[in-house]
């Protein structure tokens, strides 16, 4: 998977602001100016498009996992040169705090079902003889997935009629029942 698209689908997922970004780059110790994220964050075919390279993708996974789970103690990870869809996997796994089941059950929101042992070939070191590659349309399935369950479109797009009572309080108006007759 492209990069950039990664680094959008991320940010739409969980509604970060540029503010948000440029805090989650910052507690990876990388100062990014809100220029530098909208040009990643551009389609492909803008002008102003700058590539995300897997440094600056790595950098800020590893921002994301402070921000989600706090900075360990010690010294802090090193941004990789070169990202795989299995480390990135692994990031995003780190950061979320998912067992198999969390993991499992996001893929399930996108009718993409595989087995506990499939999954945990992704997360083994990859000189390991039972390691798997994780392929991009498994990566692309887990980022739609944590979209499904993180911005469910029922809530942003079809609200239920609301009513008003005297009390001031607010009711979801009830779904009408209809019966077939018969003639």
Known sequence: MVNNDILRRIRYTFDLSDNKMM?????????VSREEISDWLKKEDAPAFQECSDKILAIFLNGFIIDKRGKRDGPQPQAEDYLTNNLIFKKLRIALNFKDEDILSVLALVNLKISKHELSAFF????????????DQVLRNFLHGLQVKYRPKDQASSPQPEKKISNNKTLT?????????EK
């Open 23 to 31: 805090s989650v780059f910052a507690l990876a110790d990388k100062k």
């Open 124 to 135: 083994r070191a990859p000189e390991h003889r039972q390691s798997r590659q994780c392929k």
């Open 173 to 181: 108006a009830p779904k009408q029942k209809f019966q077939w007759k």
